[in-house]
T-cell receptor, first 112, second 117 residues
Framework: GNSVTQMEGPVTLSEEAFLTINCTYTATGYPSLFWYVQYPGEGLQLLLKATKADDKGSNKGFEATYRKETTSFHLEKGSVQVSDSAVYFCALRDTGRRALTFGSGTRLQVQP | EAGVTQFPSHSVIEKGQTVTLRCDPISGHDNLYWYRRVMGKEIKFLLHFVKESKQDESGMPNNRFLAERTGGTYSTLKVQPAELEDSGVYFC???????????????FGPGTRLTVL
């Protein structure tokens, strides 16, 4: 079956540090890949997405590249801010299905 | 445009009681999904409505869970009777009518935190 594996958190960084949150996946088809973010007290928001191999999704300074050869979709940001503190979820949607399969989430804490 | 709303935001009940969660999707969205996150683990899919029809209910854990979407607007998820392992955060999401594209986006509500004592 489908699965998503994320690095365990929490990840604690100082402001302006470089961020990487690893995400790898297993899927039977050709999935679309997503990163969602949940800020404190809020719902999940779509951060970025990629629908085919080698696509790069980007938003708010965050980037992730769909790597089919390594079945990965790692999230990166060059310089984090305190306001980026949140829980980040990697997810996939496999071919022919509408349901999302999520990873367990990674909590990011950015200190001033 | 209003987002996905869920009610209540928190619910604390005792084992054996009944709880009903409500989700109001974004107006005009045909697709409605229920997910839950238990004990800080991964968010798991429960079921998917297209308008008032259940399209996929493969994630429903057992027959104590009943979801409805009468009239194809809001949806309710009833847990009866509730068990301790049902505690978690229940998310609802909606998306527009699917055009076959791979980049269909689901819009999530803030979730209902359910605690069963």
């Amino acid at each position: 079956g489908n699965s998503v594996t994320q690095m365990e958190g929490p990840v604690t960084l100082s402001e302006e540090a470089f961020l990487t949150i690893n995400c790898t996946y297993t899927a039977t088809g050709y999935p679309s890949l997503f990163w969602y973010v949940q800020y404190p007290g809020e719902g999940l928001q779509l951060l970025l997405k990629a629908t085919k191999a080698d696509d790069k999704g980007s938003n708010k300074g965050f980037e992730a590249t769909y790597r089919k050869e390594t079945t990965s979709f790692h999230l990166e940001k060059g310089s984090v801010q305190v306001s980026d503190s949140a829980v980040y979820f990697c997810a996939l949607r496999d071919t022919g299905r509408r349901a999302l399969t999520f990873g367990s989430g990674t909590r990011l804490q950015v200190q001033p | 445009e209003a987002g996905v709303t869920q009610f209540p935001s928190h619910s604390v009940i005792e084992k054996g009681q009944t709880v009903t969660l409500r989700c109001d999707p974004i107006s005009g969205h045909d697709n409605l999904y229920w997910y839950r996150r238990v004990m800080g683990k991964e968010i798991k899919f429960l079921l998917h409505f297209v308008k008032e029809s259940k399209q996929d209910e493969s994630g429903m854990p057992n027959n104590r869970f009943l979801a409805e979407r009468t009239g194809g607007t809001y949806s309710t998820l009833k847990v009866q009777p509730a068990e301790l392992e049902d505690s978690g955060v229940y998310f609802c999401a909606s998306s527009p009518r699917w055009d076959g594209g791979a980049a269909d986006t689901q819009y999530f509500g803030p979730g209902t935190r359910l605690t069963v004592l």
